[in-house]
């Protein structure tokens, strides 16, 4: 009987009508948080162990935008039990900091949902609505980002109301300052060199998404010519996304558009002309300086030698 | 074959649960006697320069980021959790302090001290494996650089007699959108009377006019560490899936819009120094024509150390704004792949973009490349020291 529970707890109900409902917004940093946490109990304990946090962040109606997060305490007696006081007293503390930031649900590390997922949550579901669920995978080896979102729907099965999970969708948010900090420490390796130039830097950076986009449209191309040989099934699916895609390309191309971005290059053109400018001027200062002092000594010893060039 | 023998290896691991924790995950231990030893100790009593270098975990790191710039234009603080390690302060974590920023304070109010002790105490007491005691504290500086002011090292002084070993992180959440890259600093103070040995001053870094004094004064007092950061296998992992995603909003980000009005302050801060460095020079002018030699040459140096620095400031301010119309031109182009930038058409299939060829060598990027390049070279080199 257990077994047949668990097995339709991955019960993943018609793409489009469950997921629509909410849409989630991620934020790198709690995925560092998991990862961290993990690592630590794994190199604390000696060997990897299951760990359980708390997810907060922002809602705004239907939207859902997970910031940050921390650690949960449990104790398992049987099932997993959650300790609800360590809880409220991180509760207490976040509000302090983040005073606009809600308890929005709760992540754990491991495989597919399964049973005691259902039962942590019956838990979790104490102490807000309608939590949602993260799972981070941290023995996963494909390039993929193993990170799942669930939410819970409360369905009939067999006559009885039980809580099943539906996955979600999310995004990742893309803030400048996380953006850079993710890059700078994704970019380097254990052992540190010093950079070098920062013109270097930002191409690099520049080099490797363009690389990116290159790679995906090759395969997008590559997919659309093999279909055209007839070695790929046609998926108009595929085909019609395409062709929204190429139609969306000349993006803008207003007048208006270009007024100002044309503006905004001679600005920034005219600061590269002013400081020019400026090591010019502080170039030329050295030079007359330095003559000078040049000039000036053969005027100490003789006062004929006065000015520049006689 | 070697791969297929990877891999059964690594199945037969998992499958025995044999723990084989890599040497890069085993920072994350914390070894309870050897820090008390470490403590008991006290190394650092007898010499002010003992630490010499830092490890920030990736995760403090977007910790700090992110909550300085959550601040916007208010200066935030927080602690860091960490150990030492030899002559290396490691930094595992940092939280954020329910502080105002008011840059007047000097010591941190009683709730900020409640809220230290209830989160560390409730890390340690549950089983959460945060054992790191807190080993220093960070603040922002949105916009005017990594340093401490005046107040800062008063406060990092007396941390350092209380809290031994404490470290102050500063960091710059606007200058670090602005050049694409991290804007952190670790200081130490040296004690209070004790004169450092003539050391380098470290990468020199432009501070707006009126805080150029509060930096001044209190330059000598303290000392940089050297930052590295580290990251665990698993966040190695997640970090290269996560830049999977992540492509995308590096090719749409727009430092220049983000950043418009520090730019527009930068400039007329430059501007401001420039009249400085004009009425300084004026004054020096004056005086050499009357007095001998030796007087106007110091003088000059003074004045000529303003032009200096000022036209280090513009080239600064401008490598930045040319870095942002990269991306911007480039960005441009590649969206409007009719226009007549690319080199390679490719006429007979309709259906296909421009974009078989990744290689972007417009005219029109070329310009950008040059013009940035030579702006920076001249100032990366050394400048030459004259009489």
Same mark, same amino acid.
């Not at chain 1, 420490?185 to 986009?213: C, I, P, T, Y």
């Not at chain 2, 954020?96 to 008011?102: H, Q, S, Y």
């Given at each position: 009987?257990?077994?047949?529970?668990?097995?339709?707890?991955?019960?993943?109900?018609?793409?489009?009508?469950?997921?629509? @409902?909410?849409?989630?917004?991620?934020?790198?940093?709690?995925?560092?948080?998991?990862?961290?946490?993990?690592?630590?109990?794994?190199?604390?304990?000696?060997?990897?162990?299951?760990?359980?946090?708390?997810?907060?962040?922002?809602?705004?109606?239907?939207?859902?935008?997970?910031?940050?997060?921390?650690?949960?305490?449990?104790?398992?007696?049987?099932?997993?039990?959650?300790?609800?006081?360590?809880?409220?007293?991180?509760?207490?503390?976040?509000?302090?900091?983040?005073?606009?930031?809600?308890?929005?649900?709760?992540?754990?590390?491991?495989?597919? !949902?399964?049973?005691?997922?259902?039962?942590?949550?019956?838990? %979790?579901?104490?102490?807000?609505?309608?939590?949602?669920?993260?799972?981070?995978?941290?023995?996963?080896?494909?390039?993929?980002?193993?990170?799942?979102?669930?939410?819970?729907? %409360?369905?009939?099965?067999?006559?009885?109301?039980?809580?099943?999970?539906?996955?979600?969708?999310?995004?990742?948010?893309?803030?400048?300052?996380?953006?850079?900090?993710?890059?700078?420490?994704?970019?380097?390796?254990?052992?540190?060199?010093?950079? @070098?130039?920062?013109?270097?830097?930002?191409?690099?950076?520049?080099?490797?998404?363009?690389?990116?986009?290159?790679?995906?449209?090759?395969?997008?191309?590559?997919?659309?010519?093999?279909?055209?040989?007839?070695?790929?099934?046609?998926?108009?699916?595929?085909?019609?996304? &395409?062709?929204?895609?190429?139609?969306?390309?000349?993006?803008?191309?207003?007048?208006?558009?270009?007024?100002?971005?044309?503006?905004?290059?001679?600005?920034?053109?005219?600061?590269?002309?002013?400081?020019?400018?400026?090591?010019?001027?502080?170039?030329?200062?050295?030079?007359?300086?330095?003559?000078?002092?040049?000039?000036?000594?053969?005027?100490?010893?003789?006062?004929?030698?006065?000015?520049?060039?006689? | 074959?070697?791969?297929?023998?990877?891999?059964?290896?690594?199945?037969?691991?998992?499958?025995?649960?044999?723990?084989?924790?890599?040497?890069?995950?085993?920072?994350?231990?914390?070894?309870?006697?050897?820090?008390?030893?470490?403590? &008991?100790?006290?190394?650092?009593?007898?010499?002010?320069?003992?630490?010499?270098?830092?490890?920030?975990?990736?995760?403090?790191?977007?910790?700090?980021?992110?909550?300085?710039?959550?601040?916007?234009?208010?200066?935030?603080? *927080?602690?860091?959790?960490?150990?030492?390690?030899?002559?290396?302060?490691?930094?595992?974590?940092?939280?954020?302090?329910?502080?105002?920023?008011?840059?007047?304070?000097?010591?941190?109010?009683?709730?900020?001290?409640?809220?230290?002790?209830?989160?560390?105490?409730?890390?340690?007491?549950?089983?959460?494996?945060?054992?790191?005691?807190?080993? *220093?504290?960070?603040?922002?500086?949105?916009?005017?650089?990594?340093?401490?002011?005046?107040?800062?090292? @008063?406060?990092?002084?007396?941390?350092?007699?209380?809290?031994?070993?404490?470290?102050?992180?500063?960091?710059?959440?606007?200058?670090?959108?602005?050049?694409?890259?991290?804007?952190?600093?670790?200081?130490?103070?040296?004690?209070?009377?004790?004169?450092?040995?003539?050391?380098?001053?470290?990468?020199?870094?432009?501070?707006?006019?009126?805080?150029?004094?509060?930096?001044?004064?209190?330059?000598?007092?303290?000392?940089?560490?050297?930052?590295?950061?580290?990251?665990?296998?698993?966040?190695?992992?997640?970090?290269?899936?996560?830049?999977?995603?992540?492509?995308?909003?590096?090719?749409?980000?727009?430092?220049?819009?983000?950043?418009?009005?520090?730019?527009?302050?930068?400039?007329?801060?430059?501007?401001?120094?420039?009249?400085?460095?004009?009425?300084?020079?004026?004054?020096?002018?004056?005086?050499?024509?009357?007095?001998?030699?030796?007087?106007?040459?110091?003088?000059?140096?003074?004045?000529?150390?303003?032009?200096?620095?000022?036209?280090?400031?513009?080239?600064?301010?401008?490598?930045?704004?040319?870095?942002?119309?990269?991306?911007?031109?480039?960005?441009?182009?590649?969206?409007?792949?009719?226009?007549?930038?690319?080199?390679? !058409?490719?006429?007979?299939?309709?259906?296909?973009?421009?974009?078989?060829?990744?290689? !972007? &060598?417009?005219?029109?990027?070329?310009?950008?490349?040059?013009? &940035?390049?030579?702006?920076?070279? !001249?100032?990366?080199?050394?400048?030459?020291? @004259?009489?």
């Amino acid at each position: 009987m257990d077994v047949e529970e668990s097995n339709q707890n991955l019960n993943v109900m018609a793409s489009s009508g469950a997921t629509g @409902s909410i849409s989630v917004l991620l934020h790198p940093l709690v995925v560092m948080n998991i990862s961290e946490h993990w690592t630590r109990v794994r190199a604390q304990e000696g060997k990897a162990q299951q760990v359980i946090g708390a997810l907060i962040g922002q809602q705004k109606g239907r939207s859902l935008e997970i910031m940050n997060s921390f650690e949960l305490v449990f104790a398992v007696i049987d099932n997993i039990v959650i300790d609800r006081d360590y809880y409220n007293t991180k509760e207490e503390q976040f509000k302090q900091v983040f005073s606009d930031m809600d308890f929005l649900g709760w992540y754990t590390t491991g495989d597919a !949902p399964n049973e005691s997922d259902i039962h942590v949550h019956k838990q %979790i579901c104490e102490i807000n609505e309608s939590p949602v669920i993260l799972k981070l995978n941290p023995f996963t080896r494909n390039a993929d980002l193993p990170v799942t979102m669930y939410e819970s729907v %409360i369905d009939l099965v067999n006559g009885e109301a039980t809580m099943l999970f539906v996955e979600l969708s999310y995004t990742l948010a893309t803030e400048e300052a996380e953006r850079i900090g993710v890059d700078h420490v994704a970019r380097m390796a254990s052992g540190d060199s010093a950079e @070098s130039s920062q013109v270097a830097e930002q191409l690099q950076a520049q080099h490797n998404a363009v690389k990116m986009l290159a790679n995906r449209v090759r395969l997008i191309l590559e997919y659309i010519r093999a279909m055209e040989r007839g070695e790929v099934p046609k998926s108009h699916e595929v085909l019609r996304e &395409a062709k929204s895609l190429t139609h969306r390309l000349p993006v803008l191309n207003s007048e208006i558009f270009q007024e100002e971005y044309y503006t905004q290059y001679n600005d920034v053109l005219l600061q590269t002309y002013l400081a020019s400018i400026t090591k010019a001027c502080h170039d030329l200062h050295q030079f007359v300086t330095k003559f000078n002092i040049l000039c000036d000594r053969q005027g100490i010893m003789g006062r004929r030698m006065r000015g520049l060039f006689f | 074959m070697s791969s297929q023998s990877n891999i059964a290896l690594s199945n037969w691991l998992m499958a025995n649960n044999v723990e084989n924790i890599s040497s890069v995950d085993e920072i994350y231990r914390y070894d309870r006697k050897q820090q008390q030893d470490m403590l &008991a100790a006290k190394p650092w009593d007898k010499d002010p320069h003992f630490f010499k270098e830092i490890r920030i975990s990736a995760l403090a790191l977007l910790k700090m980021v992110t909550h300085a710039r959550s601040g916007g234009h208010l200066e935030v603080m *927080g602690l860091l959790l960490g150990k030492v390690d030899a002559n290396t302060m490691v930094v595992m974590d940092a939280f954020a302090l329910p502080v105002e920023g008011t840059e007047t304070r000097v010591n941190a109010q009683s709730q900020a001290y409640e809220y230290m002790t209830a989160y560390i105490e409730s890390a340690k007491q549950a089983r959460v494996n945060r054992l790191e005691n807190a080993i *220093g504290w960070y603040h922002s500086h949105p916009g005017y650089g990594c340093w401490l002011s005046g107040i800062d090292v @008063s406060t990092q002084m007396l941390n350092q007699n209380f809290q031994e070993p404490f470290v102050a992180i500063v960091v710059d959440p606007v200058r670090t959108i602005s050049a694409g890259k991290v804007c952190l600093g670790a200081f130490r103070t040296y004690p209070k009377g004790y004169k450092p040995p003539n050391e380098e001053p470290s990468e020199y870094q432009t501070i707006p006019l009126n805080k150029v004094e509060d930096f001044g004064v209190h330059c000598k007092q303290y000392y940089a560490l050297e930052v590295s950061y580290f990251k665990s296998s698993l966040d190695r992992r997640l970090l290269d899936s996560l830049w999977n995603k992540y492509w995308v909003s590096t090719l749409s980000s727009s430092s220049l819009t983000t950043n418009a009005d520090y730019t527009t302050g930068q400039v007329s801060d430059l501007s401001e120094k420039l009249e400085q460095a004009e009425n300084s020079l004026g004054r020096a002018a004056l005086v050499s024509s009357g007095v001998g030699v030796s007087g106007s040459s110091i003088e000059d140096r003074r004045s000529e150390d303003r032009l200096a620095k000022a036209a280090r400031d513009a080239t600064k301010t401008s490598i930045e704004a040319l870095h942002g119309l990269l991306a911007q031109k480039w960005y441009h182009s590649k969206q409007t792949p009719n226009s007549n930038t690319n080199s390679t !058409p490719d006429i007979n299939r309709p259906d296909s973009t421009n974009w078989a060829d990744p290689t !972007p &060598a417009t005219s029109d990027i070329a310009f950008p490349i040059p013009a &940035a390049a030579i702006v920076e070279i !001249p100032s990366m080199l050394p400048t030459v020291k @004259s009489m």
